[in-house]
């Protein structure tokens, strides 16, 4: 039956009759209103529906709310029973859906963006500026594809999406310039010949009928490219009566819900057919003010009470300056009260924005519309949704809690943003870096007495930190004993820290180069400090002292980020580190990032840090090398250190280095990872006793694949000779020669710490001048590859890179150099073929510096 009226319907519309049917199941009826723009589309659309297997039951009614029937545009559920791994099914009528756990109660706005990964319903709206081409005439295609895919991904994840979109005026005015285009070609090759092609003008197009033309090809594509992630999308025109309307206003609130409860995805828009033309001069010509759409969307974000509203625009966010001039600063979170530090500027590219924009700038209506919404309970972020770079993930960074754009909170942190923070460790840096030497040196040394002095105050707070990451569990033992502070690391710490400070009067403005260029041209090379160093660190609290006091003893701003477990120690740490910086007025040059911060996002100031040091995990330096794309970092991402047991090597000796390399501190990036054992060695009673020893200390073996070989019963074969164990593990593996272990440790290894045991002097001397690493060692324990225990003072951490600092950094590793000429009326030109002066490049003796 279904069948025969859809097929006669078409006949009896084209005779000018409209019909909207009532479509009935075994148990209820599916009811239509007409009154939408084209009455055969929504017939199809109920002809579909009824058709459909998802749709169809038997013995079961299936209700519809009419307006949500009008409003669906591909009725394409799927029809399978999703069950989550807790059981949870979301069902209506027959068609079930699946959710995950997302749940809060609606009424306050998300405070920090970290908690916008909560976030449940969601509206993103869509300026003209992001839909649109670049011409204007025509959709953005590859962007809304991407922003299709990133709302597909979050809406099968359990969320509730929905979109407010412009775009029709322009996707209509490529159509009607089309038309045009054709007619007038045909009528001008009819009537004037082909050589006046050239000279047809198109008619500026009213933006209404652009409207019109382009409502059902935009929600076409958008319908086509839901579709391929099996997700139904549903249109919704709405205009300003509507909200005036009570009537309307319950009915388009109970559509819309009714579409999410079905897992359809809203896409709703202002009706630009109908809504007054926009105002004379207020407009790109052709295309239609979207201002109605911004207030439309902080509108129906609080309307149907969502968590977020995303606002995507062809701008980053808000500045406190217009954008593009010199000054000007993204916002990174706005706040209600902030109205009076911002500066509009220009218009977007397309439209104003804002429906009470009145002529204003765009930035004005979405701030007015932003704040509208986040008064309702609904968090708003506005963010670029035209950047090449960033678009294809904007609004799931976004959601993720990455900084990304502007967020709107109405909960002001009683600190500096970490922004500030950089900045002030600038200040502070320069201003510390032109303090005398010895006021440099003092400091230090004050913080030296304070970590003595205040040893039960830090204590106290370390023990805290200790109780609460026992309770949570959540600490390998290993990153425990880093945690972990006493009374003897304190004082290791005051001992290097008293070692640092005599090095700061030769560390900044050091001559280490002198050339006379020419007669009274005279250069220096000297050292600087590199600026603001942002150092990143898990578990080790002590290692804020050490850095603090390397990045003073340099003249460096100093940002330190460490880890939420040892949040108390730290505290307290940067406290008396602020308390010594005090004597000479330098408190603000080092910072301890408390914000909400991810490691990510501290990342991305390139333009406010010069130099990252992370001190971690290897996971935690991959993804910071990862991240810090802008940033130059220095570090290892892994500590793979061998000790090579060679042929010549003295039993005694061997056992010696090989506990102490491995269980002096087996958490350290330092310990050894990889035995080597000369294949020689293996017919003396060497090996039994390393191993007798390695047992009493409770270290798990793992035999390598050619040791493996020589036992009858050996230890678990190791899975991968590339591991840092970081604990009491390690890998025992037989090689041939010198030359094969050094081939040994270039292949697996991580070039920083290598170790020979040997008496054979010539072997050792080949084996220090090839192995390539940070740090290679002759009959010493790998642990000696340390800041403190070379001479240091501390370090910042070790590096492993080729350029600039290798092995333990201390200060040294955080100075760079500038270049000073002294002149007297010199000129280039002077130095040319026929100029009157020579160049004489002599090099010059460096004065020395008192150091008393």
């Known amino acids: 039956m279904l069948a025969s009226l859809s097929a006669s319907i078409p006949h009896l519309q084209n005779k000018g009759q409209q019909y909207c049917p009532l479509l009935s199941t075994p148990s209820g009826t599916v009811s239509a209103r007409a009154g939408i723009s084209s009455s055969r589309g929504c017939l199809m659309m109920l002809c579909r529906a009824a058709l459909s297997p998802c749709f169809h039951a038997p013995g079961r009614s299936l209700l519809f709310s009419p307006w949500s029937i009008a409003a669906i545009a591909r009725p394409s559920l799927p029809a399978h029973n999703w069950v989550l791994k807790n059981g949870s ?7 079930p859906f699946i959710t995950v756990p997302l749940s809060r109660t609606h009424g306050k706005s998300f405070a920090h963006r970290s908690e916008l990964k909560h976030a449940k319903r969601i509206v993103v709206k869509l300026g003209s500026a992001v839909v649109t081409r670049g011409d204007e005439c025509g959709l953005a295609l590859g962007r809304l594809a991407s922003i299709v895919e990133q709302v597909s991904m979050l809406q099968n994840q359990g969320r509730e999406m929905m979109i407010v979109t412009s775009g029709a005026v322009a996707f209509g005015k490529q159509r009607l310039r089309h038309e045009i285009l054709l007619s007038q070609s045909v009528r001008q090759a009819l009537h004037s010949g082909q050589n006046q092609l050239k000279d047809m003008a198109i008619p500026v197009l009213e933006a209404r009928a652009c409207a019109a033309a382009g409502q059902s090809g935009l929600m076409a594509l958008y319908e086509a490219m839901f579709t391929q992630y099996s997700i139904c999308a549903a249109q919704i025109l709405v205009t300003n009566l509507d909200f005036h309307d009570e009537q309307k206003r319950r009915n388009l609130n109970g559509t819309l819900h009714e579409l999410l409860r079905m897992n359809i995805v809203p896409i709703i828009n202002t009706n630009d057919a109908v809504v007054p033309p926009p105002e004379p001069n207020s407009d790109l010509q052709g295309v239609i003010s979207v201002k109605d759409n911004d207030s439309l969307a902080a509108r129906l ?7 977020l509203l995303i606002v995507l625009s062809d701008v980053e966010g808000l500045f406190d300056s217009p954008p593009g001039s010199d000054d000007a600063k993204l916002i990174d979170i706005f706040y209600p009260g902030d109205q009076q530090s911002v500066t509009f500027g220009t218009k977007s590219r397309v439209g104003m924005g804002g429906m009470e924009a009145k002529g204003g700038e765009n930035s004005r209506a979405y701030v007015k519309a932003a704040l509208w919404a986040l008064q309702g309970g609904t968090s708003v972020v506005i963010a670029n949704g035209t950047h ?40 502070g840096g320069r201003t510390l870096a032109a303090l005398q030497p010895e006021q440099r040196a003092d400091i230090i040394y004050h913080l030296a007495d304070l970590l003595t002095d205040q040893r039960e105050e830090i204590l106290l707070a370390n023990k805290k930190d200790m109780e609460e990451a026992e309770n949570k569990g959540r600490l390998a033992l290993p990153l425990m004993k880093r ?16 070692q640092i400070a005599p090095s700061s009067q030769d560390s900044v403005g050091r001559v280490i180069r002198r050339t006379r260029i020419a007669k009274d041209l005279e250069l220096e090379q000297v050292t600087v400090p590199i600026g603001v160093l942002l150092v990143i660190f898990e578990s080790r609290p002590d290692c804020l002292p050490q850095v603090s006091a390397l990045a003073i003893a340099s003249g460096n701003g100093l940002l330190l980020k460490g880890g939420r477990e040892a949040s108390h120690s730290n505290q307290i740490l940067h406290h008396l580190t602020q308390e010594a910086l005090s004597i000479h007025g330098v408190k603000d040059a080092v910072q301890l990032v408390n914000t909400r911060e991810e490691v990510e ?21 991959r993804d910071i090398q990862k991240a810090a794309k802008g940033i ?31 269980c002096e501190y087996p958490a350290a990036c330092s310990a050894l990872e990889t035995l ?41 074969e190791v899975k991968s000779l590339r591991t840092e164990y970081g604990d009491l593990e390690c890998c025992i593996e037989v090689v041939d020669s010198v030359q094969e272990a050094i081939e040994h440790i270039h292949k697996y290894g991580s070039s920083h710490t290598d170790v020979i045991v040997t008496e054979n002097e010539k072997t050792a001397e080949y084996f220090l001048q090839h192995v390539d690493s940070a740090c290679v060692f002759w009959n010493a324990s790998t642990r000696f590859s340390d800041g403190y225990r070379l001479g240091l003072g501390a ?15 201390g200060i040294e590793g955080l100075l760079t150099t500038k270049w000073l000429l002294r002149g007297d009326n010199h000129v280039v030109s002077d130095f040319s073929e026929h100029g009157s002066m020579k160049y004489l490049h002599e090099n010059l003796p460096i004065p020395q510096r008192n150091t008393d």
């Not at 960074?397 to 600038?426: C, H, L, N, Y």
């Not at 220095?634 to 090597?649: F, N």
């Not at 080597?676 to 039994?688: A, M, S």
Request: aromatic share 4%; with cysteine; glycine share 6%.
């Open 89 to 95: 099914v979301r069902c209506w009528s027959n068609i």
């Open 301 to 307: 974000a609080v309307e149907m009470k969502t968590d």
């Open 388 to 427: 090449p770079k960033i678009s294809g993930h904007v609004i799931t960074d976004i959601v993720e809690g990455k900084k990304v754009g502007t967020f709107f909170s109405e909960v002001k942190p009683a600190g500096p943003t970490v922004e500030q923070q950089a900045e002030m460790a600038r200040a």
């Open 483 to 498: 945690l972990s502070l006493s009374t003897s690391k304190l004082n290791s710490l005051a001992i290097g820290l008293r």
């Open 601 to 621: 996002d501290l990342c991305r100031l390139d333009k406010l840090i010069d130099l990252i040091i992370p001190r971690g995990s290897a996971q935690l330096v």
């Open 632 to 662: 130059p970092g220095m570090g290892h991402s892994e500590g793979i250190c061998h000790v090579y047991v060679d042929v010549d090597a003295s039993v005694e000796k061997v056992t010696r280095i090989v506990r102490d390399s491995k």
């Open 676 to 716: 080597l054992i000369h294949r020689d060695q293996l017919r003396t009673p060497l090996v039994d006793q390393i191993i007798d020893m390695l047992r009493v200390e409770q270290v798990k073996i793992h035999a390598g694949p050619r040791f493996a070989s020589y036992l009858t019963f050996s230890p678990s």
């Open 795 to 809: 370090e910042v951490g070790i590096s492993t890179s080729r350029i600039h600092a290798r092995g333990p950094v």
